[in-house]
Structure formats: structure tokens, C-alpha cells
């Protein structure tokens, strides 16, 4: 616990140096221009991309200052031996933002930007990017340092049910409590108990159809506008990998290919797996179904590496009528199906693919 302390600390440290400081500088005929986090996310608002302004400043500022806020208030109070009834709950909501705190996937984003504008402009790596790629160190460094399981045992005991009882699991700090307790709030986080999640088959399926139909859009539509000289460039995902690949990046590109292409498919495919088993009754390769709703869960937010990348353009090339820059409707669409794919499978309850299968394992 000691360790993910000073992690969270060091990385709220890093976040403020990295919203405060540009990014990039960039030189295209003599002038100059340099980007800071926010004026992307002002810029894509002012363009009326709220959808697209809204999540990223979300994703990139707000979720991770509460995330590590959070998480180093829970680990400082229990390092004090203080454990109020409230920190439970506190811990509770670290856990939730952490996926939804992608400080570790703009890492990502960095290096596509970086490498996009190099090969043709003159760019220039500022405090800003700096402290980035320290904060997103930081933050893979502090989810592989935290063990969850102490931290629970911190704030309150295991169970002491009778063991033979019934029981229901809390899904958030694994508590087990008798069955009796279903529908009241986890005596150690307050997460409602549910045998199984309330509704999961019909939110899953509703969140999966809107993901399949904005996926084509995402896919077809512009992610980005560049203009230049009076002439307009767009750029879709393929394009951006294609780009990728014409100029030797070739680990770079099979990246994005892998986040922005793959797993968005691969999501809705196992998803749509997942559900159909689940009405057909199937009992076939459970345990591989299980493994692979895992494995989206961990994977799905990898996929905004492209919609992020807008947010570092758009502020970057602003030099009037030499060149600038602006969001297309794929990068809208796009990280409307990351969110879609990632609550979906977040509201998907594993448990059902063993229910259904009527206890015939295979």
C-alpha cells in the first residue's frame, strides 16, 4: 500500500505539470505554435464536437484527478489507521474510475502524434509531453503495485458466514454474505448485492446494437480534417495506418491497427457471443467465453488512442489559412462506440453464460 501511495501522489503531481504546460511545439515557416491539453479540449467545444470535448476532457483530466485523488485519500487514512465508515465507498469509486482514467492510453497517443507530424514539420517535445509519459508510467505503475484484496482486508474482515450457507458475492470487493442479503448494500464498499446483475441480458444487448451500427461510421467517416493551403486533407483510421506503415513505423502501426481496428470488432464479436449463447441456452466453451469477456473488459479502453490524437492536432495547427486543423464525424462516432463497448461489457454478467448452460459444463 505504501508503494501505490506514492504512486498516486506522484502521478496527481505529474497531471497538474501536464494540463499547465504545452505538449508540443511545432514551426512551419517561421511561426510557431504550441498546444496545451485543455486548448485541445476548448478548441474540439468551440468547433461544436461536444460529444468528442466532453469525453476526452473527462477521460484525460477530470477521472484521473478523481481516480488518484480518491485512491490516495483511501491509502493515506488506512497508512493513519483511520478507516471511517464512509472509505469503503471511497475505495469503491477508485476501482470504477480507474478504466475510465485513460492518462495511460494518451501515452500512446503522444507517440502517434509525435510521429505523424515529425516526418514532414519540425516539432518540438515541451514539459507538457514530459510529464504526460511520466503520468502514464505512473499510472500502469500504480494499478501492477496495488494489491485490492489488502486494501479490502484493511477496511473491513472476511466474511464469517456459515460455510455450507448460500451465498452472494459482492462483484467489487468480493465479500460474501448469505443470500438473505441480496438487494442491500455491501457492508464493507456499499455496492448493492445482486445474485445476478439487475437487467444485464437487455442493457448489454441494447448498448452492443447501438455500438454495431455507429461502428461503420467510425470506421468510413473522417476521424480528422487537416487544411492546408486551401486544400483539404482528411484522414481516416486506415488512412492514419496506412500513413503509418508508408513511413517505416511499422510497430506503430500494427498498434493502432490492433487498438483503433481489432478490438473494437473483437468486442462487439465476443459480446455478441456472449449474448447469443446466453438466449440459446448454449453450453459450449464457457470457460473460454468467460476468459475472453475478461480480456475486453481489461482491453476495451485502449481503443481511444485515435480520438485522443485529435485533441493534440486540432490546438497544434493553428496557423490560419497556412494550416490548420478540426475533427471529423468518425472520431464522434468512434469514441461513442468505445463508451458504448466498454459499458456494455461492463453491465454483461458472466454468470449468466453458467446459467444458462443449465449446469452442462463443456
Known amino acids: 500500500m505504501d508503494a501505490a501511495l506514492a504512486c498516486s501522489v506522484a502521478t496527481l503531481i505529474f497531471l497538474a505539470i501536464a494540463i499547465s504546460m504545452p505538449v508540443f511545439g511545432l514551426s512551419i515557416l517561421g511561426q510557431h505554435s504550441e498546444n496545451l491539453l485543455l486548448n485541445g479540449i476548448s478548441a474540439l467545444w468551440r468547433q461544436n464536437w461536444l460529444l468528442l470535448a466532453g469525453l476526452s476532457g473527462l ?62 514539420l519540425t516539432v518540438e517535445v515541451l514539459w507538457g509531453t514530459r510529464a504526460l509519459v511520466a503520468a502514464a508510467f505512473l499510472t500502469m505503475l500504480t494499478r501492477a503495485t496495488l494489491d485490492r484484496r489488502t486494501v479490502w482486508r484493511a477496511l473491513g474482515p472476511e466474511s464469517t458466514a456459515p460455510r455450507h450457507a448460500r451465498m452472494v458475492a459482492c462483484v467489487i470487493c468480493d465479500l460474501v454474505q448469505p443470500t438473505s442479503h441480496a438487494g442491500t ?40 480534417i487537416s487544411h ?4 483539404n486533407v482528411t484522414y481516416t483510421i486506415f488512412h492514419g495506418v496506412h500513413a503509418l506503415f508508408a513511413h517505416g513505423l511499422w510497430a506503430l502501426g500494427v498498434v493502432i491497427f490492433c487498438t483503433s481496428i481489432i478490438i473494437p470488432v473483437v468486442k462487439i464479436a465476443v459480446l455478441g457471443w456472449c449474448v447469443w449463447s446466453v438466449r440459446s441456452h448454449s453450453s459450449g466453451h464457457l470457460v473460454l467465453k468467460t476468459r475472453l469477456h475478461r480480456l475486453i473488459n481489461e482491453l ?33 462516432a468512434f469514441i461513442a462506440v468505445v463508451v458504448l463497448t466498454m459499458v456494455a461489457t461492463r453491465c454483461f454478467d458472466s454468470r449468466l453464460l453458467w446459467d444458462a448452460a443449465g449446469g452442462r459444463v463443456a
Open 228 to 231: 492546408r493551403l486551401g486544400r
Open 59 to 120: 477521460f484525460l483530466v477530470v477521472m484521473p484527478f478523481l481516480r488518484f485523488g480518491l485512491l490516495a485519500i483511501t491509502l493515506t487514512l488506512l497508512k493513519m489507521g483511520r478507516r471511517p465508515a464512509w472509505l469503503g465507498r471511497v475505495f469503491r469509486w477508485s476501482l470504477w474510475l480507474d478504466a475510465w482514467a485513460m492518462s495511460d492510453v494518451m501515452l500512446v497517443a503522444l507517440g502517434v502524434a509525435y510521429f505523424r507530424l515529425e516526418h514532414s
Open 185 to 224: 448494500p455491501c457492508p464493507r464498499c456499499g455496492a448493492t448485492l445482486h445474485l445476478r446483475k439487475p437487467k444485464s441480458l437487455e442493457r448489454t444487448t441494447a448498448l452492443l446494437a447501438a455500438a454495431f451500427v455507429l461502428i461503420f461510421p467510425a470506421n468510413f467517416y473522417p476521424m480528422n
Open 300 to 332: 476495451g479502453r485502449w481503443s481511444c488512442v485515435d480520438p485522443f490524437t485529435i485533441v493534440l492536432f486540432v490546438p497544434l495547427m493553428n496557423f490560419g489559412a497556412l494550416a490548420s486543423s478540426s475533427a471529423g464525424w468518425g472520431s464522434t
